[in-house]
């Protein structure tokens, strides 16, 4: 499995901007799809996007759509997700997730095997 630390969450207005990392640990980062999912209090973990081996196909939720950029440095093991135009409903804890290459099109947690321990994205309005 693949080692995950998230970074880069914080407090922000409405509108604003946040860019969220992911750093893999491990030679293998490129053969993984990554995904980033969250989890608001009282609510089931969502996912948001995700991105496959090479970074060519993305997928993302429909309420971040347009709004959501998903990225990744293979070079770097880490993938980005830079936020835009952030509302109050996107705060939540925002989870890095790695899995398998031929998972590129999942949005289901369980399809992900490795986790990161989540950063905390807080959207005033």
């Known amino acids: 499995q693949v080692q995950l630390v998230e970074s880069g969450g914080g407090l922000v207005q409405a509108g604003g901007s946040l860019r969220l990392s992911c750093a893999a640990s491990g030679r293998t980062f490129s053969s993984y799809t990554m995904g980033w999912f969250r989890q608001a209090p009282g609510k089931e973990r969502e996912f948001v996007a995700s991105?496959?081996?090479?970074?060519?196909?993305?997928y993302y939720a429909d309420s971040v759509k347009g709004r959501f950029t998903i990225s990744r440095d293979n070079a770097k093991n880490t993938v980005f997700l830079q936020m835009n135009s952030l509302k109050p409903e996107d705060t939540a804890v925002y989870y890095c997730a790695a899995g398998p290459y031929y998972r590129a099109s999942s949005s289901k947690a369980e399809d992900f095997a490795s986790w990161g321990q989540g950063t905390q994205v807080t959207v005033s309005s």
């Open positions: 991105i496959n081996w090479s970074g060519g196909s993305k």
